[in-house]
């Protein structure tokens, strides 16, 4: 079974700078999909970015980016020039291609301070 | 606007009721999932359905019922056999289960607390 970890239950930084969040997942698929969603106080689940496992560059959303380093079964999301909207609970989530459901990490919980 | 309703946004049971959680989607989706969310431990899948008519357990599926009439419902009903049933419920829809394009769309969730 696959499993998705995410060590940092929170995290705190100053407006403007740059914050990143680790996911590391286990796996012994060689195709499949991860995903950062995005939970702000509102609740509502919110895709940030994805990447597919077979591509070796690292997806790119505006401030928002990811570092996959599939050996290391590694995939942390990047936030540039962070923004109080970027305030939320992360969620990192793998899907075995083919599959039909979305594993998720514990989340962690960003703040960004004015 | 197209999207994802789930009603109510607060839900208040005692302990041994059978209680229905209500999801609707106008978004023309195939797949719908019903998840739960406990502090510190994430999402997790109780139930999804693929197709009108058919249905498939999850990883946490009991004390849980599902029913996939019609294409636009998926309501959840929490029977009084889950064992701790107080927890946040998120709704969600997706062109098709297995396809990655397909992102999932989520609804603003309900918050179920039995007393």
């Known amino acids: 079974a696959q499993t998705v970890t995410q060590s940092q239950p929170e995290m705190s930084v100053q407006e403007a700078e740059t914050v990143t969040l680790s996911c590391t997942y286990d796996t012994s698929e060689n195709n499949y999909y991860l995903f950062w969603y995005k939970q702000p106080p509102s609740r509502q689940m919110i895709l940030v970015i994805r990447?597919?496992?077979?591509?070796?560059q690292n997806a790119t959303e505006n401030r928002f980016s990811v570092n996959f380093q599939k050996a290391a079964k590694s995939f942390s999301l990047k936030i540039s020039d962070s923004q109080l909207g970027d305030t939320a609970m992360y969620f990192c989530?793998?899907?075995?291609?083919?599959?039909?459901?979305?594993?998720f990490g514990q989340g962690t919980r960003l703040t960004i301070n004015p | 606007d197209g999207g994802i309703t789930q009603s109510p946004k607060y839900l208040f049971r005692k302990e041994g009721q059978n209680v229905t959680l209500s999801c609707e989607q106008n978004l023309n989706h195939d797949a719908m999932y019903w998840y739960r969310q406990d502090p510190g431990q994430g999402l997790r899948l109780i139930y999804y359905s693929q197709i009108v008519n058919d249905f498939q357990k999850g990883d946490i599926a009991e004390g849980y019922s599902v029913s996939r009439e019609k294409k636009e419902s998926f309501p959840l009903t929490v029977t009084s056999a889950q064992k701790n049933p107080t927890a946040f419920y998120l709704c969600a829809s997706s062109i098709s289960s297995s396809n990655y394009n397909s992102p999932l769309h989520f609804g603003n969730g309900t918050r179920l607390t039995v007393t």
């Open positions: 989530a793998f899907m075995k291609r083919g599959a039909q459901k979305l594993v």
């Open positions: 990447q597919e496992a077979y591509k070796q």
